[in-house]
């Protein structure tokens, strides 16, 4: 964690320094707040709020910053970030507005065409919604105002239809991504179940309980990936695709009841 605490020292003294009085808060989410946080497997997630829209120079100034600065820092996932005006976080509507937004998986579009790049990343994001529930229920203030005088309360259907959305491909993705699907797939249930916001680490070990037995291996596999430092000899195994795609049926019929 101490590059981590380096690297959050750095992302609050740049970003207040490229945004001066722009700058509402930085807000930190996902599973650096959900006690789920592994360096050697996560991303770090934040909220930038701004109060009003940042020009493109400024977005040049705050990408080349966080690609020189903090990207080799980062937990093994990168950062994933979206700058949001202050307007829609105090009155929700959705998808949630944004201004410019990054992630790993954009890195290589970066590089390819910095200027491009910050000049098209804006527009809607659904996944916003739950970003924005996590950030109201369990979220840290990096630097900025409070979170209640920021963020209005979002409501649990919307956080809901999130969800949904994010699961919605889940049967092809378990394939592809089978420890973080199959845990995503547990804490969405948890949430449809009782309506708890969980990590997935705290996902998967409910799923440990309350699942059928055949599932428990998928399960304690994805756990021991997404808990381990390194590849252990069970993180190596490959996992049974078809019981993968059995086990999505099974969880997205349960979610969908």
Same mark, same amino acid.
């Given at each position: ?63 080349? /910053? !966080?690609?020189? =600065? +903090? ?5 093994? #996932? ?7 005006? &202050? ?92 420890? /973080? !699907?199959?845990? =995503? +797939? ?5 949430? #449809? ?7 997935? &680490? ?56």
């Amino acid at each position: 964690m101490r590059s981590t605490a380096k690297l959050l020292v750095l992302l609050k003294t740049g970003y207040q320094r490229i945004l001066k009085d722009n700058l509402v808060g930085i807000y930190l989410h996902g599973s650096f707040v959900l006690g789920s946080f592994n360096e050697a497997i996560s991303d770090l997630d934040y909220l930038v709020v701004t109060y009003k829209s940042l020009s493109l120079v400024e977005k040049e100034k705050l990408m080349k /910053y !966080t690609i020189d =600065n +903090l990207w080799s820092m980062a937990p093994a #996932k990168g950062l994933e970030f979206h700058v949001v005006l &202050l307007e829609n976080t105090l009155n929700f509507k959705e998808p949630v507005p944004f201004e410019l937004h990054f992630s790993k998986q954009h890195y290589e579009s970066y590089l390819d065409d910095p200027k491009e790049y910050v000049n098209k990343m804006h527009g809607l994001d659904p996944d916003l919604t739950a970003h924005l529930m996590i950030v109201t229920k369990v979220g840290e203030v990096l630097i900025g105002k409070s979170i209640k005088k920021v963020f209005c309360q979002i409501p649990s259907s919307a956080y809901w239809n999130s969800i949904l959305y994010d699961i919605s491909n889940a049967k092809s993705m378990i394939v592809e991504h089978p420890m /973080y !699907t199959t845990l =995503n +797939l547990c804490r969405a249930l948890v949430y #449809k179940k009782e309506s708890v916001i969980d990590s997935k &680490l705290s996902g998967g070990q409910w799923g440990l309980k309350k699942l059928p037995a055949r599932y428990h291996k998928i399960v304690k596999k994805a756990l021991v990936e997404y808990t381990s430092s390194g590849m252990t000899k069970k993180c190596k195994e490959k996992y049974d695709e078809l019981v993968l795609i059995e086990f999505a049926e099974y969880m997205l019929n349960k979610i969908n009841e």
